[in-house]
């Protein structure tokens, strides 16, 4: 790792980013979608679960769809070539995508919960429970992002990673059967464990966060050693 | 002279497909070495290898005295240039984004911009967006690229194939002036004049193996038939063969003062390839 390599890719990646319009329209989803409940909910309070929800669209949406978008061009318009030609290392590469990633959700992310409200998310354990979400998007983001080799095939995994992950809360919703199956495996997804969190005064459910967490990065770490050994 | 790159019993399969069979040669410090093949007889594949981009199936490598566990590393990649056949820019950058995020990363000084951009003629569109360039612009900011951090030694895969003949010609004498100042130039290259202007010494490449390596001159040389091409006066062409019983033929055309030029056959680098391979350039 080298810093002066991390900010210059970190440079070029922000000026590449304010530039590209589809990348663009990614943060505005959660702020507009906040707006839009905001209008709806005539002044009452959010439940807990729709800031989840808020926060896997944010997610889902800027965190995992921008990183693999970004990777997956750089696949497709040849351009990933010219730095690993460079002195810069795949790591210095995914770490300076990443800032730019992690700020550009840090705004959205912010933004939509001012509109819609963030006061039960501002505790520790709520706080420390984002930011292990955050990197487990991430890392989902980055692994697909290293396989893929057009923006098109991206769109492929954008949908499951969403629905899956991004908008579990909404299943809580539905007011399917709670022990029914879908529930029973939907209940241990990263997302509605922070719910838990709220409920619940156990650690239990910031480990099992942690878990997935860590199941992200082994999913990155190997999608990472095949494309490094790919002839 | 001091060899600056060493290739021996090089090969390389893509699964049951033989890229590369047995290729052996050196670089000397300081020279221009050009790589000839046609379409496919691996030229790419074995630049690649001396960049690390690929791994070898068989042979040694030595690239500015690294072996391979060296070649690819960050200091390797900080000591040559490459301009590879289908690299490409940042599209919504502008040029100078493009060179300044290369500079930062081969840690040059941000000067070099300016001092490359004019070299390649392309110092008023500094501010241009890459995606409003003609190929021939894209492919001299690709150029700017590789020389940027002023490596010891450049691979140039293809370097004037988008070009017109003036960006041709330019980017020739850029490359020469690059040369003199020291620079080691490995480039590829399907264009036979392109290869006989720059080239110290060339190799052919052909399926996978060098069938000639010299110096351009003496290619030509070499496989000249030596024939006496001559034009009269009455505007006749004879071809002559140089054989002892054709001398007094030959001297009798002077002596009548009917020769108006005399050529012994000089055959072009395209000849030369095309007798050695029996097959074309394309
Ligand atoms: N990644 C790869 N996987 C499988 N086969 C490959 C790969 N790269 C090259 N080849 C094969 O290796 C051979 C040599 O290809 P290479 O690209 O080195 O040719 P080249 O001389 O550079 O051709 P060109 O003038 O068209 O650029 C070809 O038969 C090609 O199909
Ligand atoms: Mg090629």
Redo the contacts with the bound molecule.
Sequence with gaps: MNIQRISAIFEKDIKDFMKNMMLLMMPLIPIVLALLYKQMSNGEEFPIYFLYLNVGIAYSSVTSTCMMTMMAEENEKKTLRGLIQSPASMVDILVGKSLVVGLITFVSLTVSLAIIGSDPLLNGKAILALILLFLFFLFLGIGIGLFSKSISATSAYTMPVMLLFGFTPILGSLQLDEDGIIMTITDTFPIMQAIELHEKSSWVPLGIIAGWVLAAALFMYICFKKTMTD? | MENIMEVAGLKKS??K?I?IKDVSFEVKKGEVFGLL??????????IKILTGELSKTAGKVTVLGMDSSQIGTADFKSKVGILS?NSSLYERLTIYDNLKLFCKLYRAPLQQIDVLLREVNLHEERMKTVSKLSKGMKQRVLLAKALIHKPKLVFL??PTSALDPGNMAHIHRGLLKLNEAGTTIFL?T?NMEEANSLCDRVAF?HEGEIVELDDPDELRYKHSTHDFHIETYEGERLVIKNTPDNADRIKELIVYNRVKSMQTDKPTLGQVFLKVTGEELV
């Design positions: 002839d | 893509f699964g497909n890229a093949g046609p379409s496919g007889s691996g030229k790419t594949t074995t056949d895969d293809e590829t399907h490449l």
